[in-house]
């Protein structure tokens, strides 16, 4: 049977829609998962590579919590200030991947550090032994994330000059790099008065520090939040967990450096 020219152009058309439709499917279907839903978080925080003391810290620090505040990637550059023993550091590392790199500061070495190390190189882990002042090398790949996890409040009690600090952490960030610092909250308007006693910090002193170096305020989390605390004890008193504040700052794009 002959079938009509004008109806034969029509058929030709929705083949051809049909065709293009089939296509764009499959492409968005070869979009790997991790590509689409980020790093498996749960994975990380599985690990065999963390350690016994890890999992052991994991119900006061909320790992999972931590990195979805963080948002932290694979191939990410990252700096972890003040990384002790590698707490922290390990879920950066675990997140970035050997794609990546996780630097490491301290001003000595750690031997939980050393120990964590030398049970399973390695190499995109980098340890760095500087000072406060100058925690990051200026001739360093720049940074998409650097990581203040419980010791902002020490720097406070080392005599370490924090707007130098701040405004090198503020150069070793990309534009659009972020900072995230978390410490455990002392009572409102205290400001320094108990860094040495209670080893707590006064979020406001902390937020404004980093403000004058030239860092925006992205988010808060509450996810360490405890409304039970009344911040009268040091951290190592409270079985339960002490009130921790965390923040989230930017590096904003194309900012000038704060002098």
Not at 15 to 37: D, E, S, Y
Not at 39 to 54: F, N, S
Not at 126 to 149: E, K, Q, W
Not at 227 to 245: A, L, N, V
Request: hydrophobic letters at 45%; glycine letters at 6%; a neutral charge.
């Amino acid at each position: 049977m002959k079938i009509p020219a004008k109806f034969s152009m029509v058929l030709c058309a929705l083949f051809q829609l049909a065709g293009t439709l089939a296509l764009a499917a499959i492409t968005v279907g070869a979009v790997p998962a991790q590509a689409a839903t980020g790093p498996d978080l749960k994975a990380i925080v599985a690990d065999p590579l963390r350690t016994d003391e890890d999992r052991k810290a994991d119900e006061r620090r909320k790992p999972l919590e931590l990195l979805q505040f963080l948002q932290v990637s694979a191939g990410m550059n990252v700096l972890d200030v003040s990384s002790g023993g590698g707490y922290t550091t390990q879920l950066l590392a675990l997140a970035v991947g050997p794609q990546g790199s996780v630097w490491a500061q301290g001003t000595k070495a750690n031997p939980a550090m050393d120990k964590r190390l030398a049970a399973h190189s390695q190499p995109h882990i980098h340890t760095l032994l500087r000072a406060f002042d100058d925690p990051y090398p200026a001739d360093a790949p720049r940074l998409d994330l650097i990581t203040f996890v419980l010791n902002y409040h020490d720097v406070a009690n080392t005599g370490t000059d924090r707007a130098l600090m701040d405004r090198r952490l503020f150069e070793a960030l990309k534009p659009g790099g972020h900072l995230v610092v978390i410490d455990h909250a002392a009572q409102a308007g205290s400001a320094l008065r108990d860094t040495k006693t209670l080893h707590r910090i006064d979020e406001a002193v902390v937020l404004g520090e980093l403000q004058s170096a030239g860092f925006v305020l992205e988010e808060r989390s509450p996810f360490l939040q405890d409304p039970s605390d009344p911040r009268t004890q040091p951290f190592w008193e409270r079985k339960e967990g002490t009130d921790r504040f965390a923040l989230r700052l930017v590096r904003p794009a194309a900012a000038p450096v704060a002098k």
